[in-house]
């Protein structure tokens, strides 16, 4: 589990390295809610931002071998560039069930681990299992009910707490969720 999980993280940071590549070296920085607003997934290679949204990715580790597709968002703040959070959500290949990969940034409150909750539904709890230089990550299958609210929904809310023990919620889109996840299924 451990290296499937290394794995995907490396997937989610070398598909994010064009917006990561862009981002200033204040990483260290605690976040705060309000500078912090939902961004595109990916810059152009001119700089230009693309839309923003869903965006999905298709790799393959050589010619030969299946595309495996993913879909991302992510929200930075906007003095500093620095990535929120990060969310990336693929079909396992084994399981064929959606999971999601959430990069968060460093200085977190890791006990109280992050929220997701989509417009004013349920929350899901989420065990923050790691964290490197470039943030922390949680990763969780996304069930059937969670999946449909999802597709249904207008905003995912991703919260956590700071060291100085705030909660942070970042809205996330949900417009183009359904779309996305066609595309990847």
Known sequence: MQSRLAALAAAV????????????????????????????????????????????????????????????????????GQTIVLINIRIAPDTRTPVALLQLPLGLNLPIGAKLQVDEGKTVDLQIQTCENRGCYASTPIAPDLLGTLKSGKQLKVSFQNMAKETIAIPMPLGDFAAAYDKIK
């Open 13 to 80: 940071l070398l598909s994010a390295g064009a917006a990561h590549a862009q981002q200033g070296a204040k990483k260290n920085a605690a976040p705060s809610a309000p500078a912090a607003q939902p961004a595109p997934a990916a810059t152009q290679a001119d700089g230009a931002p693309a839309q923003p949204g869903w965006v999905v990715r298709c790799t393959s580790v050589s010619r030969d071998a299946p595309l495996e597709c993913a879909m991302e968002q992510n929200a930075v703040l906007t003095k500093t």
